[in-house]
């Protein structure tokens, strides 16, 4: 008993000392409000809710559970995906938290807190007849342009199809997770790669159209983006998400888009194997 | 100064004054000013963070080139289904004929009245309404195969253009003399042959300082197709950042190909407008 009441103690200090140490900058603190902007085309991560259309999804739930624990109120705006990063160096928003990837090439310009498990995977219609990913060499894959798919797609192909004599994907550009999505229905392409962590929501909306096919094609993780130079604000978010992750609201908001499975165990920094 | 001697009636004779130049102090400061914010908006960009190796760079990739060759080609191509619409259209608008004038009508509002960018969207995405598309009994594919990025940014841009188009043609051949019409009439021309050899010509001259204007739109107006996928300038450029993140630097490099194409656009306009008022020019002379 004294060791469990020791170990409930020494939680609550660490509790009590986090919540202290894990204040906001200045600046955030005295405007009161975080500015985040986000890609509202990428469910259930960030999408507009068709009836209310208000912004909605696993990383708006997330981050209003962070500026609830910072005591700040945030203003969203929203922006094309490419246009994410530059919102962050022009410093339009804080922080980025709209579904992207920890990408090495993109460490250059931020440093990420990897927050979800995610890989990019293979999706078709049901009738079609691929049965596992390697049925897709050849094949028109679309996916949408302004993400790290389309390099994922070329190296998976490296690997798996010119490497064994079969014939390279033929890679297809999208504009959008929804344009890509019409061109499979139009049999424009005949495979198309998301996020693994969006597929259970776009089969959930149509249901029987598509079919996954084999397991997200390489692992890596979605990140929280910060600029370089705002290690303080990094640090306080970090720390709010670790507290999240041990009391449970995290796996909570997860399990509400159903994606339990993609949780972390920790937040973990620039982590994600290229 | 000489004082002037005084005329009749106590006018000063002015005529062997010389005029003093005016100092145009206030023009010269409004330029000074203009030049400083010039210089200093110049100066702001020279030290902003572009990154201009990376524009030097791509200003001539090949991909780059690609593009603008692509958005020419969809620019002359789209320009000139607009122009044959429009013309059958304005000609359909001023006919007698009551369904041809109501249906040149109807085509005008609907592509005029829905925006460029929803129409390319409706192109491309044709295959969801129609799976397979062709002529009963004859032909048939699918609708993806026919409506590729291509054709669908032609067609979307090409008929939009022709409701503008028949506009700008109505305007040309309302502007020709009704008594050109009748004349043509009383030497025994039917209505297409009168415009075909009369009304038309002289239209021409008319509508091409509108057209050279929306051709220029057109040029600008194919960077919505980068939407459906059509690899012209933007599109190609877009596709550039997305994998380096040189936002601006890629934007400007896109942006100098737009401005060099108008810039040569524009004397050829002046050329074409010259050659089709070779009958009038003497005159307004």
């Known amino acids: 008993m004294t060791r469990l009441s020791f170990t409930v103690g020494f939680a609550a200090l660490l509790a009590i000392t986090t919540a202290k140490a894990a204040e906001p900058p200045e600046s955030i603190k005295q405007a009161g409000t975080l500015r985040l902007t986000v890609n509202s085309t990428y469910a259930p991560m960030e999408y507009r809710d068709p009836t209310t259309n208000q912004l909605v999804g696993l990383d708006i739930d997330l981050a209003n559970e962070i500026a609830k624990r910072l005591g700040v109120k945030i203003i969203w705006s929203e922006t094309p995906f490419a246009e994410l990063i530059p919102s962050l160096q022009t410093k339009r928003a804080d922080f980025i938290i709209s579904g992207i990837s920890d990408r090495s090439a993109r460490r250059e310009t931020a440093d990420f807190i990897d927050y979800l498990a995610t890989g990019p995977q293979f999706f078709v219609l049901t009738e079609n007849e691929a049965k596992s990913a390697i049925d897709l060499c050849g094949k028109k894959v679309g996916t949408t342009r302004s993400t790290s798919f389309p390099i994922e797609i070329e190296k998976w192909s490296k690997q798996n199809c010119e490497a064994n004599g079969k014939r390279a994907v033929q890679y297809a550009p999208g504009e959008n997770s929804i344009d890509v999505r019409n061109q499979l229905k139009q049999g424009r392409i005949d495979a198309a790669v998301q996020g693994s962590e969006t597929l259970p929501y776009a089969q959930g909306q149509e249901a029987g159209k598509y079919r996954i096919v084999s397991e997200p094609f390489s692992t890596g993780y979605q990140a929280i983006m910060f600029r370089k130079d705002d290690a303080a604000l990094r640090e306080v978010v970090t720390e709010h998400l670790a507290a999240m992750i041990t009391d449970g609201s995290y796996k909570a908001i997860l399990d509400k888009y159903g994606l339990g499975a993609n949780a972390v165990a920790h937040p973990m920094m620039n982590a994600a194997p290229q | ?285």
């Not at chain 2, 969809?74 to 109501?102: D, E, F, T, Y």
């Not at chain 2, 057209?211 to 057109?218: K, P, S, T």
């Open chain 2, 1 to 285: 100064m000489r004082a002037a001697r005084a005329l009749a009636g106590g006018f000063p004779d002015i005529s062997e004054m010389t005029v003093a130049r005016q100092a145009h102090w206030r023009r010269w400061l409004a330029a000074a000013a203009i030049l400083v914010v010039l210089a200093a908006i110049g100066r702001a960009f020279v030290n902003g963070q572009i990154e201009w190796t990376y524009v030097s760079r791509f200003l001539t990739a090949k991909v780059i080139l690609e593009g603008i060759t692509n958005t020419m080609a969809m620019a002359v191509l789209a320009m000139a289904l607009g122009i044959v619409l429009g013309v059958v259209a304005a000609i359909m608008r001023l006919s007698p004929n009551p369904v041809l004038k109501s249906v040149a009508a109807g085509y005008t509002w609907l592509f005029r009245g829905t925006p460029l960018i929803l129409q390319l969207l409706l192109w491309f995405n044709l295959a969801l309404v129609f799976p397979t598309i062709g002529i009963p009994g004859l032909w048939s594919a699918r609708a993806v195969d026919v409506m590729t990025p291509f054709l669908s940014a032609l067609l979307g841009l090409g008929i939009n253009q022709g409701a503008y188009t028949s506009e700008v043609m109505r305007a040309g051949m309302l502007s020709v003399d009704v008594g050109q019409y009748e004349a043509a009439q009383a030497i025994g021309m039917g209505r297409l042959r009168a415009l075909r050899r009369i009304i038309l010509p002289q239209a021409m001259r008319v509508v091409i300082p509108p057209l050279g204007n929306e051709f220029i739109g057109m040029v600008k107006a194919t960077s919505l197709a980068s939407v459906i996928q059509y690899p012209e300038v933007l599109h190609n450029a877009e596709n550039i950042y997305y994998a380096n993140s040189r936002v601006i630097e890629l934007l400007i490099v896109a942006g100098s190909w737009y401005l060099l194409v108008v810039s040569i656009l524009t004397p050829l306009q002046m050329l074409l407008e010259r050659r089709f008022a070779r009958g009038t020019l003497q005159i307004t002379r």
